[in-house]
């Protein structure tokens, strides 16, 4: 039956990311492979009545159909948010809400992408955005990112050997996987390169407002002269992923377009939810929780870097994130992170991390892995970097047994 399935699904190879979710939902591994936010620090309470009250308050019209881009009382406080937290004035016109971010990468990756349409990613990157452009059989060009995000040289030498390029995919603030964040300086050099060559980006920020340390950048889309970076971001990192709403801001012909498909997939994003959100919204004030959570994740993370700093190698190097819910670890050259997975860290150690190749969209990086800091506590998370530096070790010096023969 398989024959009948169309190409985009032969081609795709999920295996890698089923093996994360195993691998996470083993309850006798110490698992840093899922991107999952603390399922204790979940307002619950405060989501419950933000449900009810919704109900009461909208009556029987919550159950209606309604606009494909969402709630606007929801879209203008997005497009408020977007001003005092990123920099970006825009009108509720120019937002639309999605199911989670992971539905806006889709959308744009449908607006934009041909079969071998090329396309930007940075290496590493998302593996979910991977799982979503690949449907569209991309050709990707693949840039290295360092501790100031994107390589911009590096693109710049990309773009002019490929014109053809059309979309650049990033991860500016506190990227997954690496945790790095784009200075200033290269947002400002990216949006120039865009408009050069014509291009738009999709930047996508979840963690922007997840910092712990250092200073704010305004986003991308900021230094947007052109109308060409789209912005997606979503509230599964600051309250909680089962709501699955995110949003989108782009211009209007852009948003115009990014309408017309997301009315075609699900007509709308459930609202119920978006009436709860809001309502919530209208209760409380989003940024106290966000400092909740960001204090506990700001304790986690410094305790997983000093756990690193005392149990890894010297040869193992590693990111100090400011903020957001990654660590990326490199290994020396020449080791396959995916094979020490399997042999030997999961069997021996019964710690889980997400390795390095499929994060890349060539695959080839071998050496690196991915550790979440955010979803386990800090025993925990302090025991499992300490089972990983012992495996991690550089193996001991193997006395040839001659060497051990007593001499006559
Ligand atoms: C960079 C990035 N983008 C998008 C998403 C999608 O998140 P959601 O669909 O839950 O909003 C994630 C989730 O891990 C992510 O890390």
């Known amino acids: 039956m398989k024959k009948l399935f169309a190409n985009r699904v032969l081609n795709n190879d999920t295996s890698d990311l ?15 492979a899922g991107g999952f936010p603390d399922q204790h620090l979940f307002p619950d309470n405060d989501l419950k009545q933000a449900y009810r009250d919704a109900i009461e308050h909208d009556g029987q019209g ?13 879209r203008q406080k997005i497009a408020d948010r977007m001003a005092t937290h990123a920099d970006v004035q825009v009108s509720a016109d120019n937002v639309m809400m999605t199911q989670g971010g992971q539905q806006a990468i889709d959308l744009v990756a449908k607006l934009m992408l041909n079969h071998g349409d090329a396309m930007v990613v940075e290496g590493p990157t998302y593996m979910g955005a991977l799982a979503a452009f690949d449907t569209y059989e991309p050709t990707y ?8 995000g994107m390589n911009i040289r590096q693109l710049r030498k990309t773009l002019k050997a490929h014109p053809e390029i059309k979309l650049i995919y990033t991860i500016p603030d506190f990227h997954n996987p690496t945790g790095t964040t784009m200075s200033a300086k290269r947002r400002q050099a990216l949006v120039a390169l865009a ?51 995110g949003w989108i801001v782009a211009d209007d012909a852009i948003m115009h377009e990014l309408v017309g498909l997301k009315s075609a997939i699900d007509v709308q994003s459930p609202n119920v939810t978006l009436a709860a959100i809001n309502s919530y919204l209208d209760q409380h004030d989003i940024d106290d929780h966000v400092a909740t959570i960001s204090t506990s994740y700001r304790i986690k993370r410094d305790a997983m870097l ?63 892995f991915r550790l979440n800091f955010t979803s386990l506590d800090v025993e925990t998370i302090t025991l499992g970097i300490k089972r990983l530096g012992h495996i991690l070790q550089p193996a001991p010096v193997i006395v040839p047994a001659a060497s051990f023969a007593p001499q006559f």
């Open 195 to 245: 408009n050069q060559y014509d291009v738009i980006i999709l930047e996508d920020s979840p963690y922007r407002d997840l910092r712990y340390s250092g200073q704010n950048i305004p986003a991308i889309k900021h230094y947007d002269t052109e109308g060409r970076v789209i912005f997606i971001s979503s509230f599964s990192k600051i309250l909680s992923p089962a709501l699955r709403t």
């Open 62 to 74: 919550i159950f209606q159909y309604s606009s494909t881009q969402g709630l606007p009382a929801l």
């Open 306 to 368: 000093a756990a690193l700093d005392q149990y890894f190698p010297q040869n193992v190097h590693y990111t100090r994130p400011n903020g957001g819910f990654f660590i990326w670890v490199t290994l020396p050259e020449g080791i396959d992170a995916k094979t020490l997975l399997n042999d030997v860290v999961l069997p021996q150690a019964h710690v889980a991390y997400v390795p390095s190749a499929c994060q890349f969209a060539s695959r080839k990086v071998k050496n690196g």
């Open 141 to 148: 060009y693949e840039i290295p990112v360092d501790d100031n």
């Open 18 to 32: 089923d093996e994360v979710f195993k691998n996470s939902a083993n309850p006798e591994n110490i698992s840093f």
